[in-house]
């Protein structure tokens, strides 16, 4: 599998502060990259300029020419309908790679929709298959669930992994939600001080059940690596056959599990 992205020794500084100091990051084609970090660690400003709407400071950065972006919000044109929305600034006589990609998001039907009759899922949608349309070669993905309910959120990732894995670009996901990262990617990144302190691949069997023991170890070290402390969950000790029986009062109810968004 070849590379798509080579970052090395990536700086980036804003006034007297190294958001990125350092950084160094590869991309195989084809590999989904998941990369958390606190509000404020530059995950955002790596993204940027892997997509080139932003420059570095010093270091080296490679990436294919053939990228797109899909952003928090879905930036559609609402002068335009969805099809011309998908198509934008595409040569003339795409229509068929824009319907086609409209049905890949399940939305062949709106084609011919205003954006503003949209929900935001099916908007959402709509970005993604502007992007995926373009056949990109690394797919930048900028929280692009974090705007929506959470089982919107939910069929939206399952959406999204399901279209990566058929269309094979390379993928880095900037978001704040360690499960949706686990979930999702092939490998998970943590920056925090301008750099890269984690670089960890899934290894969790798909289709992934934050049930998993495993899947909830690695969700425990990441919350870790993030600066948030989660206690492992207590194991019962064996009780032996002349142990006796559960008492029949009720339990106390249990405290609400960490929802693994920094």
Same mark, same amino acid.
Not at 13 to 41: H, K, N, P, Q, Y
Not at 213 to 220: E, G, N, S, Y
């Given at each position: 599998?070849?590379?798509?992205?080579?970052?090395?020794?990536?700086?980036?500084?804003?006034?007297?502060?190294?958001?990125?100091?350092?950084?160094? %990051?590869?991309?195989?084609?084809?590999?989904?990259?998941?990369?958390?970090?606190?509000?404020?660690?530059?995950?955002?400003?790596?993204?940027?300029?892997?997509?080139?709407?932003?420059?570095?400071?010093?270091?080296?950065?490679?990436? @294919?020419?053939?990228?797109?972006?899909?952003?928090?919000?879905?930036?559609?044109?609402?002068?335009?309908?969805?099809?011309?929305?998908?198509?934008?600034?595409?040569?003339?006589?795409?229509?068929? #790679?824009?319907?086609?990609?409209?049905?890949?998001?399940?939305?062949?039907? #709106?084609?011919?929709?205003?954006?503003?009759?949209?929900?935001?899922?099916?908007?959402?949608?709509?970005?993604?298959?502007?992007?995926?349309?373009?056949?990109?070669?690394?797919?930048?993905?900028?929280?692009?669930?974090?705007?929506?309910?959470?089982?919107?959120?939910?069929?939206?990732?399952?959406?999204?992994?399901?279209?990566?894995?058929? #269309?094979?670009?390379?993928?880095?996901?900037?978001? #704040?939600?360690?499960?949706?990262?686990?979930?999702?990617?092939?490998?998970?990144?943590?920056?925090?001080?301008?750099?890269?302190?984690?670089?960890?691949?899934?290894?969790?069997?798909?289709?992934?059940?934050?049930?998993?023991?495993?899947?909830?170890? %690695?969700?425990?070290?990441?919350?870790?690596?993030?600066?948030?402390?989660?206690?492992?969950? @207590?194991?019962?000790?064996?009780?032996?056959?002349?142990?006796?029986?559960?008492?029949?009062? @009720?339990?106390?109810?249990?405290?609400?599990?960490?929802?693994?968004?920094?």
């Amino acid at each position: 599998m070849s590379t798509a992205v080579q970052v090395r020794g990536l700086r980036r500084v804003f006034g007297e502060r190294a958001v990125l100091d350092g950084l160094d %990051l590869t991309i195989r084609r084809g590999e989904f990259v998941a990369l958390l970090g606190a509000s404020g660690s530059g995950k955002t400003t790596l993204l940027r300029i892997l997509g080139a709407l932003d420059g570095a400071d010093g270091g080296e950065v490679l990436v @294919p020419e053939a990228r797109t972006i899909v952003f928090q919000e879905p930036r559609l044109v609402p002068s335009k309908r969805v099809l011309a929305n998908v198509t934008v600034a595409l040569p003339r006589g795409r229509a068929g #790679h824009g319907r086609r990609a409209l049905a890949e998001v399940g939305l062949e039907r #709106h084609a011919d929709a205003w954006p503003a009759t949209l929900s935001g899922g099916e908007a959402q949608r709509v970005a993604l298959a502007r992007a995926l349309v373009r056949e990109p070669e690394l797919l930048l993905l900028d929280e692009p669930f974090a705007a929506l309910d959470a089982l919107t959120r939910l069929r939206m990732q399952d959406l999204v992994g399901e279209l990566c894995r058929a #269309h094979r670009p390379a993928v880095l996901l900037v978001t #704040h939600d360690v499960e949706e990262a686990v979930r999702l990617a092939d490998r998970v990144c943590v920056l925090r001080d301008g750099r890269l302190v984690t670089d960890e691949r899934v290894t969790v069997p798909r289709p992934r059940d934050p049930g998993d023991p495993d899947f909830a170890a %690695l969700r425990r070290r990441l919350l870790g690596d993030l600066g948030v402390e989660v206690a492992a969950p @207590p194991v019962e000790p064996a009780r032996s056959a002349a142990a006796p029986a559960a008492s029949a009062e @009720p339990a106390e109810p249990a405290e609400p599990l960490e929802s693994g968004v920094i």
